[in-house]
T-cell receptor, first 114, second 111 residues
Framework: EAGVAQSPRYKIIEKRQSVAFWCNPI?????LYWYQQILGQGPKLLIQ????????DSQLPKDRFSAERLKGVDSTLKIQPAKLEDSAVYLC????????????FGSGTRLTVV | SQQGEEDPQALSIQEGENATMNCSYK?????LQWYRQNSGRGLVHLIL?????REKHSGRLRVTLDTSKKSSSLLITASRAADTASYFC???????????FGEGTQLTVNP
């Protein structure tokens, strides 16, 4: 089974620029998550989708972050404008609808804001 | 907000020794999971233990769960240099639909 695909793998931008990340979950996985992981810390949930609807975006800084999951398959996460403190690894994960169990994570996108 | 807290933050051992990492959490959970992350990579699911289980094994991994103390431990036996990574516990709350991660333990296994 193919894993969760994320791109790009790395991105370096200047502050105040915009950036977008892409995620393609495992086929058939209805739930998709975006996590932010700052160096030396654990992942923190930004947004959770169930199919193409948002389940939880309470931790998403909505003044600069946005995410969508059109057609309930792949998803994009955007930051505009980026700040220095947005430097982190952005992880996408998906899970099947069969109940609480392990996620499958993508390899992540490492963002550096300079 | 973070749910789990791992202890220790960092652990350095020799190859062949056992490594024990602990995790404490705050709320009622459906299950607790452990993940591994190699430097610069994504997280890999290691093991899941449900709230009605007390101990679970998978290869060289042994996980315990004490719901009365809201704590879990991960034991890696006969460690190898390749086990060097960060290990995270994550909880699935009873009322939730997502995992909440702790801050992780950085394990270094010296050859």
């Amino acid at each position: 089974e193919a894993g969760v695909a994320q791109s790009p793998r790395y991105k370096i931008i200047e502050k105040r620029q915009s950036v977008a990340f892409w995620c393609n979950p495992i086929s058939g996985h209805a739930t998709l998550y975006w996590y932010q992981q700052i160096l030396g810390q654990g992942p923190k949930l930004l947004i959770q989708f169930q199919n193409n609807g948002v389940v939880d975006d309470s931790q998403l800084p909505k003044d600069r972050f946005s995410a969508e999951r059109l057609k309930g398959v792949d998803s994009t996460l955007k930051i505009q404008p980026a700040k220095l403190e947005d430097s982190a690894v952005y992880l996408c994960a998906s899970s099947s609808p069969s109940g609480p169990h392990g996620y499958t994570f993508g390899s992540g996108t490492r963002l550096t804001v300079v | 907000s973070q749910q789990g807290e791992e202890d220790p933050q960092a652990l350095s051992i020799q190859e062949g020794e056992n490594a024990t990492m602990n995790c404490s959490y705050k709320t009622s959970i459906n299950n607790l999971q452990w993940y591994r992350q190699n430097s610069g990579r994504g997280l890999v699911h290691l093991i899941l233990i449900r709230s009605n289980e007390r101990e679970k094994h998978s290869g060289r991994l042994r996980v315990t769960l004490d719901t009365s103390k809201k704590s879990s431990s991960l034991l890696i036996t006969a460690s190898r240099a390749a086990d060097t990574a960060s290990y995270f516990c994550a909880t699935w709350e009873t009322s939730g639909s997502r995992l909440t991660f702790g801050e992780g333990t950085q394990l270094t296994v010296n050859p």
